[in-house]
């Protein structure tokens, strides 16, 4: 009978072990997290009207506000938004809405007439400027001068 318990409990410990041992593997494998994060991370840039510091402080809280967002810089010369995002909660839209909400012009969305009649005076754009440029409007000129 003794034989009998010990070799249950034998089995059992191996079996426990082992167990424990493949869990541990699978959990701390970095190459599985780390694609998990680069599938579902996405870079985006697109046009977004504005002038100054102040501008660029509304347009990019109102960016990383949204959960999945981890990154949002607009470019007051090149009026101009990259963002990073989590695109399994978050999406591009969701993105142009909440710029636009806060009163700024996107390429794809209009900003709210009520939110931007509330902007300070420096903050209140024109709504025909270019966005998404290329190079910064100074760097053409310089070389002309030379």
């Known amino acids: 009978m003794k034989k009998l318990i010990l070799s249950i409990l034998t089995i059992c410990a191996i079996s426990f ?4 041992s493949d869990a541990k593997k699978d959990d ?33 809280e109102a960016v ?7 990154s949002a810089n ?13 695109d399994s909660k ?6 142009h809405k909440a ?3 806060s009163g700024y012009d996107t390429d794809k969305v209009a900003g709210n007439e009520e939110a931007y009649k509330n902007l300070p005076g420096c903050c209140q754009y024109d709504h025909s400027m ?4 290329a190079e ?4 053409d000129t310089d070389k002309g001068d030379q």
């Open 17 to 20: 072990t082992s167990c424990k």
């Open 28 to 60: 701390k494998n970095p190459e599985k997290l780390e694609v998990k994060n680069e599938v579902a991370q996405t870079n985006e840039s697109f046009g977004v009207r504005g002038n100054c510091g102040m501008c660029k402080t509304t347009i990019e």
């Open 64 to 70: 990383t506000s949204l959960d999945g967002v981890t």
């Open 74 to 86: 607009w470019d007051k010369a090149r009026k101009k938004i990259d963002v990073s995002f989590d």
């Open 90 to 95: 978050t999406n591009l839209d969701a993105i």
């Open 99 to 101: 710029i636009a909400n």
């Open 130 to 133: 270019e966005m998404s440029l």
């Open 136 to 139: 910064v409007l100074n760097d």
